[in-house]
């Protein structure tokens, strides 16, 4: 009989460590299912943050919470920060247009990025143009004396001219030109230049090249020269031989007295 109390007993005892330990395996595993529904709940609190903040940057005029309209700042890009190489009232030479002058700077917003930008006044084309101050590089400043004085050695010197096709020439011409260089334009001047030999024929392309170039070289000659159009011209045609007539016969009137001309007159 007492053997199968304690069995009886033990069964019981056994029952209740069971029971005991089932209980605290569900208190795990409701712990465990509570600490997962909170993350749950933290994910979706975020991922709803993160979209009512999408949807305030893409609706500045959305009203918030509080009724207050948070206004949109927005960020005015700026062209990177460059020294002016260049003053206002600077002669300048642009490859493309030729010797302009630097009226003013001014701030100008393309592509809603502010640049900072020069602007050019060319008087010979009648006309403005804007470079910004980032791109200055393309400009040059205009020549010194030594190196117009080159450039009237090389009028002077003989025209070197190719056998190859004139379309192909042109083209090498007109490079030269958009150059902006001043010793290549003075080249072009030279291989283009006719003279005074009114026997060779020069092609309408032709002549317009060279008007190009001679008007573009004269007006750095008379700017830097500092004279007047009339004896710039006179320097560069004399270099190149043209017009040699008409100077003879200005220089003559010039030299001859009044009182000999007075004299005729009265005769």
Known sequence: MKNILKK?????KTKKVVKKKVKAVKKVAKAK???KIKKVKKKIVKD????????VKSDPLRIPKNNEQKPEIKKVKKQETEKK???IKDYVVYPKHGVGQITETK???IGGIDVETYILKFEKDKANGMVPVNKQSHLRPLATINQINKCVSILKSKPKIKRSMWSRRAQEYEAKISSGKIY???EVVRDLNKGDDIM???SYSERQLFEKA????LTEFQIVMGSNLEDAQKKLDKALKRNLEKQIQKTEEKTVPEEFNNSEIEE
């Open 8 to 12: 009886i007993l033990n069964k019981k």
């Open 33 to 35: 299912k509570i600490v």
């Open 48 to 55: 709803q943050k993160k979209k009512d903040k999408v949807e």
């Open 85 to 87: 190489i260049f003053k």
């Open 107 to 109: 701030k100008i917003n």
């Open 184 to 186: 290549e334009l003075a």
């Open 200 to 202: 060779i024929d020069q």
């Open 214 to 217: 001679y008007e573009r070289l």
